[in-house]
């Protein structure tokens, strides 16, 4: 408790920031080693609080006074801030052995509005991906733990649904590390029906080479990260739903491919090396169909494309799914 934002360094070079990112993460190991102990649930109380403030469980009071320094001090920070980024991966850590206090932080992120903090918008996707996760997976879960996870992924999915693609990249990848903590199938099941998937895919990559960066055009680059997040969440969202509902996914995304014109052809075409090649075993047909569509962007001879701001970003996407198409 003695570590505040307006605390004294012990040493001159040490910021109160960094001593907070080293102490988070002694306390996360502890908690994790003891998790039945009082004490880890304590823990979870004081990081959560830090962050979001309220009480997520049963808080002690001496935590409390600490806790609104924090949240007071973060409140400015973005999303990749190292203290944020300390205290969001400590709470999703925490919470799947933490089942009362989980519920608890549910009820929590439900009532926040975006943007309470300048971190939050970009951040709360990954808290409620996680605390779903813990409630769908813990061995004592009751169906009223089930329904109160498939509402925070709904709140997940609609907090995506209504971010330009620099969310979109954020959300996709918070979604996809909470699908790769997942054991067998039910979670991944929530959160496609959570997105509105198979019908939907086409949403994954909307506005990859139009959405500014920074208040301009994106780069090559920046396109490409967008791509990638949005394919990592594919391959792990493909690994973990059954294979008559992966399938689907597939098929919709190859039949959106070959049927689309400008932005829409462009932005979906980058999510092509997320599902091959095994989108080719059972649908090769489709995927053939794609080719035409892939080769046309490929050389930027689409003559809706050639004059479009993010002409180049659109090309390479097509070649990265035209390399892949080939070695399928």
Known sequence: RSLTPDAAPAEPAEAPGKALVAAVGLVKRLALAAPQAPSAAEALDALQSA?????????????????????????????NNECVTALVTAVCDLLPSQLERSRSVAHLLLKLTVPSTQWLPLTLPRLLAFNALSLSEAASATP???????????RAADLFQ?????????SLLALADALDRSSGKTFAVAMAKALGLPSSVPQLS???T????????????????????????????????????????????????????????????GLLPGILPEACEHSWTFCRKTMAAVCRCAS?????????????????????????????
């Open 206 to 208: 909307n506005g990859f």
């Open 300 to 328: 930027g001879a689409d003559p809706d494309l050639a004059t479009s701001p993010g002409a180049a970003g659109a090309e390479t996407l097509a070649m990265e799914a035209l390399e892949a198409l080939v070695e399928s």
């Open 162 to 170: 209504s971010q330009d693609a620099n969310g979109h990249k954020e």
């Open 210 to 269: 139009t959405d500014l960066y920074e208040g301009a055009p994106p780069s090559v680059d920046v396109i490409l990260q967008r791509a990638e997040a949005s394919r990592r969440f594919l391959r792990s969202l493909m690994g973990h739903l059954p294979a008559d509902q992966a399938k689907a996914v597939q098929r919709r995304l190859l039949e959106f491919v070959a049927l689309n014109t400008r932005e829409p052809l462009a932005n979906s075409i």
């Open 144 to 154: 009223q733990d089930t329904e109160l996870s498939n509402v925070l992924l709904k």
């Open 51 to 79: 962050l979001l403030g309220g009480d997520g469980g049963s808080s002690s009071s001496a935590w409390a006074a600490w806790a609104e320094q924090w949240q007071k001090e973060l409140s400015s920070k973005t999303y």
